[in-house]
């Protein structure tokens, strides 16, 4: 434990992103607190001026005379800037600064007065009264801080030189090659905090044996070159580490004695996964400096104290032992334990946290212990380091509401401190915070920072101008102003869902305690869509974050990796806990602590299904049997239980901490007579303006009852309960909510504007859902790290209506399957469909589409929930299912006629594994095959049944209009960029690799579009025919980019489209013999990059992408694997293209180094940014990208791609981009250059080269570019 002086302060702090709270406790047990702005500012409001050097404001603060001596004071909307106060009078609340002052002012007027010092010094000097310049008492300090994550979000880390296997130079700016935005042209891609990039000749291969020896000596002079240039921190990273980190060591210890203060290992994070490991190790070392010099000027007052740090994963370390990777969620990680203790204190054991601050809200669940993560992402980093499992969403008190694209909105962007809510009178925009206080939810005169009512107001009536100006109906400003609320509640609640439903838990069984800033504003409104019935709003909720660092325990985590079968693993199972127990107690020993104050809290065993990648975590018993628990989460998780297959242990972690001994809050008094309430206050509930009593809660005693609606007002925050919930005061002064009376509002009674942005927020999550349980419950690499599936809501018809953001050549399909598979097969509940053929809106046969309606219990039509993912095995001429040589779809693998795969509730997997076995050219990998797809029929299930429960709650009609709705406004935005556009007809001409010509006439005549490929050539002998199924998801994808805005792709932009698809190449002919159907696997990936190449070229909207996937098949008997590869971008008329990123109808991840060399016999040479090859420009076209690989036993190869020949075009004078390559080297090292489309045996010790293509230039280059 830590030991608690009498003498010292105990003084807790966390620094969010707007605030910073803190909690202190004398040593006289007094309990002191403060809140300041994160800014390390105080604001208040002056009323008069005594003379021209003295002003009073209207809320004194009570503290010593000389105080304030030295602070800087800014007066908003005056001049006066950066004048140093001389004295302050507490008696009276006059400041006098040193500087005289203009005689003109206007009261009142707000003020902030600016500390040099990091915010938790200058509440440290308001707790403990200490003046600046003068040390703090003995303090013991736990900190929580957003420093660290800031710096990352922003870009702003120490200067920092990576060293990396040679080869992979470029990692870290290839990332996954995937575009952070599916619709946007202009692709921002993060940028690495890397200032150097060094390649180290060393090489390992997948079973830890070395391959190339490690050469550190000729590292030496360019070392201490950077060193001389500034560089403070190296990081080294060689792939194959987690299995073999000597060579790390070797450098790391090198470069130390080089000169080098801070020296990062990824093999300080043994686990598999290359580009993760390596972005933790960076992430941890460019963050080193910052949070050093930030922790020194912390510490620098603490002359006679200690310093601890909060983790991600609700620990605390010394300050001398923290690492910036392990501390980016502290502050939400300090909420959750508090939390935590709050809801303990009455006896609640299942709790949400529920943290709502000024720029997000973050959402925990706890069920007996914490629930963790061990990979997390902040901002674009993925993280390789424990955490607790923080689903966190960008709705906070301070998140902008506005209207854009016909759309209400809230967040993500947020006012943030400065100039924060409009309300504060620094020209914010309207927020959360404005949004309440117009609601009379708010009371102005019970928060420190004074609020301008007036300037909510104005900023309210600017949203209502931009919704009148768009031609829509005006809500009033009660509906608005409540729907912002509603829209907010819905998101909030999501992430709810994220951390309950998403791993089998009901919410429902949990008590919700909330916190933060706003939560007590938001918590019902939350619990009520949650179906949850009791709410805890704790002592000092506002203040959360803070209390929960005093109730954490220092802790550390050590791990170890396995990947073996858990059955192999049994026997030494016990023996490896044992030896991490050791591990853990002994580093805890070493920073001071007795054996008798420390304890090993878990022992944690990550297991999955052998083959797949997610895992679920079971707590390890000696007595009991690990698979048991894994089969009986599993079940919980997903619907059902695994099949026969292994269980494989991924890896075990082990947790030591202190015993908690923390001093604890006085109890509250009793009193059961009535609470007097303080007065009225006029408040909008359920849509109607009211007065209703508003109470102080410090005058609550326990036991005392309040009923909705009601307002009970704090120092810094207010809790709203509203109509049909009961609070009870508790002995530990906790505001313990519980519904009592079902008060579900009307759909119809909101604002049609706000009630379509409700349904939408929800059939968008349910989309992203039934996305995550696929991913989660595959098998196959393709959709499990490469993410090659969609998932998508239709309408009864069968329309598109929603989707989650996956890949285009897929979603714009899904309707016209489904409106085919409609026609072709009888509907009944209980049923599901499956199909992959092309004559029914499939893509190509390796795309297998999933597809479920959705009865209610009347047997009337709800909706269809469908999927579709790419198995990178289906049968064929060759393994991976995509012969370049195929001339008849029976060549490219099993052909699935529509057919039930269940039947009223009845399965027929029999007769689905007879098709996958029996076919003429049968798969390889059947049982990979029937595992994705039992994992794509439990995703649209999962998406039914939420679809049941959103009918049940508000009527099937109400789903069937906002659909409706949808579709209609996103026709209504595409015929108003139609109108936009001069009418005319134009054309574009592009021709394949092989000389076919694709040719698209676009004729827009006011605000519709006719789409034109009579002069596209007919038939395609060999595989790059396409379907109706691709070019209309060519063209809704084409449509969707010249939205340009935030809107989900569904079937309502092609209702003022009409498009002309003759026979031939784009619309081929399928007779019912499959030997005599034209191929298709290249049309689904190629030929449809090469239409949007041409529509945008028609429209002159950018320069030519990649327009390939450039697919790489390659397998034998024993496996198959396919991947697509990134290239370069097209430039715009104002930006350049991105390097090295996948573009327009695909979207999909490239595999992790580690990943492919672990599962495949093939290694990875080099994967880098082929620069120089865009296109040159006033904006350049991105460059390609070359992955280099060698193949470690004979495969079959098979090649799909396109501008092998022809080039990217550029626009405007822009220069084309380069051609891509595809080399191959035999084992005797000949050179052999690969055509476009290509399929040949390949011999063990064969290396195969791609260059990808780059992207076009835009506008003519400056002279002297060349091309």
């Known amino acids: 434990m830590i030991p608690h002086s009498k003498k010292a302060w105990h003084i807790w702090i966390d620094t969010g992103g707007t605030f910073t709270d803190c909690i202190a406790v004398d040593p006289r047990g007094q309990w002191h607190r403060a809140k300041v702005l994160s800014s390390s500012a105080l604001r208040g409001r002056f009323i008069q001026q005594i003379d021209e050097y003295s002003l009073v404001m209207d809320t004194p603060w009570h503290w010593p005379s000389v105080f304030l001596h030295g602070y800087s004071i800014h007066i908003f909307q005056t001049s006066v800037y950066d004048h140093s106060i001389e004295s302050y009078d507490a008696s009276s609340g006059t400041l006098r600064v040193q500087r005289r002052l203009p005689a003109d002012l206007t009261f009142p007027l707000l003020f902030e007065i600016r500390s040099s010092e990091e915010a938790p010094v200058l509440a440290c000097r308001i707790v403990t009264q200490t003046p600046p310049g003068r040390d703090l008492p003995p303090v013991n300090l736990r900190l929580a801080t957003t420093r660290g994550t800031n710096a990352l979000l922003e870009g702003k880390g120490g200067k920092t030189v990576l060293f990396i296997t040679r080869g992979f130079e470029d990692l870290l700016s290839i990332g996954n090659q995937q575009r952070p935005d599916l619709f946007a042209l202009h692709i921002k891609k993060s940028v690495p905090l890397t200032s150097r990039v060094i390649g180290v000749k060393e090489r390992v291969d997948a079973r830890g044996r070395v391959i190339e020896p490690l050469h550190a000596d000729i590292l030496k002079t360019r070392a201490i070159e950077l060193l001389k240039e500034g560089v403070e921190t190296a990081v080294v990273s060689f792939l194959n580490s987690y299995l073999f980190p000597e ?24 686990f598999i996964k290359f580009l993760p490991r390596t972005e933790t190790a960076v992430v941890n070392g460019a963050l080193m400096p910052i949070l050093a010099d ?33 501390s980016l969620l502290s502050g939400p990680a300090g909420g959750v334990v508090g939390a935590v203790h709050a809801g303990l204190l009455e006896d609640r054991k299942r709790i949400i946290a529920f943290d709502m601050g000024g720029t997000s809200t973050d959402v925990s669940r706890y069920d007996g212990d914490y629930d963790y993560v061990f990979e997390h992402q902040v901002g674009g980093a993925h993280l390789v380091a424990p955490a607790l499992a923080i689903e966190s969403v960008a709705a906070g008190g301070g998140s902008i509401c506005t209207f854009e694209s016909s759309e209400l909105k809230v967040g993500p962007e947020s006012s943030g401190a400065d100039p924060g809510p409009a309300c504060y009178g620094a020209g914010g925009p309207l927020t959360l915070t404005d949004v309440n206080l117009l609601l009379g939810r708010l009371s102005p005169d019970r928060f420190e920072i004074p609020i301008v009512e007036k300037d909510a107001w104005q900023a309210l009536d600017r949203i209502r101008d931009k919704i009148r100006k768009n031609h829509q109906t005006v809500p009033d400003e009660i509906e608005l102003l409540q729907g912002f609320l509603d829209i907010a509640a819905e998101r909030m609640a999501d992430a709810i869902r994220k951390i309950s439903v998403r791993k089998g838990y009901n919410p429902a069984d949990y008590t919700l305690v909330a916190f933060g800033g706003a939560g007590g504003q938001q918590a019902c409104g939350v619990a009520e869509r949650l179906n949850m019935c009791r709410i805890i709003i704790p002592a000092d909720s506002s203040l959360l974050s803070a209390l929960g660092l005093g109730h954490a325990a220092v802790e550390r985590f050590v791990q170890k990796q396995i990947l073996k079968p858990l059955g192999y693993c049994l026997k030494n199972l016990s023996s490896w806990i044992d030896e991490l127990e050791a591990e853990a107690l002994k580093e805890m020993a070493e920073e001071g602590f007795r054996s008798d104050c420390i304890e090993i809290r878990r022992r944690i065993l990550r297991l999955r299904l052998e083959g797949q990648d997610s895992t679920l975590q079971v707590e390890y018993h000696k007595t009991d049997d690990p698979a048991g628990r894994f089969i009986g989460k599993y079940e919980s998780v997903f619907g059902y239980r695994p099949d026969g297959r292994d269980i494989e242990l991924e890896s075990i972690r082990v947790a030591a901490s202190t015993r908690r001994n923390v001093p604890m809050a006085p109890k509250n008094k009793s009193g059961f007579s009535s609470p007097a309430h303080k007065g009225e206050q006029i408040a909008c509930f359920q849509g109607k303006k ?48 519980e519904k009592k009376l079902h008060t579900d509002i009307d759909p119809h009674a909101r604002a049609e504007i706000v009630q379509l942005e409700l349904f939408v927020n929800r059939f968008q999550a349910i989309a992203g859902e039934m996305g995550e349980m696929l991913r989660r419950m595959s098998l196959s690499t393709n959709v499990k790290e490469r993410l090659d599936f969609s998932c998508a809501l239709l309408d009864p018809k069968g329309e598109l209506v929603v989707n989650a953001p996956h890949i285009p050549v897929h979603l714009g399909s899904l309707g016209l399957c489904v409106r085919s598979v409609m026609k072709k097969l009888s509907m009944e509940p209980g049923d599901v469909w499956i199909t992959n053929h092309p004559r029914y809106g499939g893509s190509h046969l390796p795309d297998i589409s999933v597809i479920t309606p959705v009865f209610l219990k009347d047997g009337r039509l709800l909706a269809f929930t469908a999927n579709r993912a790419h198995h990178a095995e289906i049968g064929g001429l060759r393994p991976g299912s995509m012969p370049s040589e195929a001339r008849s779809l029976i060549e490219e693998g099993v052909l699935i006629e529509p057919m039930h795969l269940y039947h009223r509730g009845k399965d027929q997997w029999n007769r689905l594994q007879r098709i996958l076995t029996e076919a003429p050219f049968p798969s390889r990998r059947v049982d990979e095959n029937l595992a994705d797809v039992r994992a794509a029929v439990a995703a649209n299930i999962n998406g ?7 009918a049940e709650k508000h009527g099937a009609d109400s789903i069937w209009e906002a659909m409706e709705k949808f579709k209609e406004r996103a026709e209504s935005r595409i015929r108003h960029i139609l109108k936009s556009i001069p009418d005319g007809k134009r054309e574009a001409q592009e021709s394949l690799d092989d000389g076919t010509q694709l040719k698209v006439a676009l004729s827009i005549q006011d605000d519709t579009l006719k789409v034109d490929f009579r002069e596209t050539a007919g038939l395609h002998p060999f595989n790059l025919n396409a379907t109706p199924a691709i070019i209309n998801s060519v063209v809704i994808y084409v449509l969707r980019l010249l939205v340009d805005e935030p809107m989900p792709l569904n079937e309502g932009f092609m209702r003022p489209v009409q498009i002309n698809l003759p026979t031939g190449l784009l619309n081929p002919h399928f007779p019912d013999d499959p030997s005599k159907a034209p191929a298709v696997a290249g049309g689904n990936v190629e030929t449809s990059q090469r239409l949007v190449d041409t529509l945008m070229k028609a429209l002159q909207m950018s320069a030519c992408s990649q327009g390939t996937m450039n697919n790489v098949i390659f397998g034998n008997e024993r496996f198959s694997y396919y991947e697509t590869v990134g290239g370069g971008s097209g430039a715009g008329p104002d930006f350049s293209g991105a390097d090295g990123v996948h573009t327009h109808m695909t979207n999909t991840r490239i595999t992790d180094p580690e990943i492919i060399e672990h599962r495949f016999p093939v290694r990875i040479i080099r994967f880098a940014i082929r620069k120089g090859s865009g296109g040159k420009g006033r904006f350049n076209g991105g460059d390609g990208l070359i992955r280099e690989y060698l193949f470690l036993e004979p495969v079959s190869l098979s090649l799909l791609g396109e501008h092998r020949i022809e080039r990217p075009y550029g626009l405007e004078g822009g220069r084309s981009g380069q051609r891509a390559r595809q080399i191959m080297i035999t084992p005797e090292g000949r050179s052999i250059e690969l055509q476009s489309r290509e399929s040949r045996d390949i011999e063990s010790g064969s290396r195969f080269i791609l260059e990808t293509p780059g992207g076009g230039g835009y506008g003519t280059p400056q002279q002297g570019d060349k091309a």
Request: some cysteine; aromatic content about 8%; hydrophobic content about 40%.
């Open 690 to 737: 009211q007065s209703v009593p508003l109470y102080d809660r410090a005058s609550l005693h326990s036991g005392q009852k309040i009923s909705g609606p009601a307002l009970i007002a704090e120092r810094h925050s207010m809790t709203v309960v509203e109509p049909g919930w009961e609070v009870t005061v508790s002995d530990h002064s906790a505001l313990c909510m």
């Open 944 to 950: 039914s049944r939420a679809l049941l429960d959103l």
């Open 294 to 326: 930030y922790l020194d000027c912390v510490s620098a007052p603490l002359k006679n104290g200690k310093l601890f740090v909060m983790t991600s994963a609700g620990g605390l370390v010394r300050d001398s032992a923290f690492y910036p990777k392990d």
């Open 247 to 270: 060579h790390e060591r070797e450098l790391s210890a090198r470069l130390r004695d080089w000169g080098f203060h801070h020296v990062v290992c990824s093999s300080e994070n043994p």
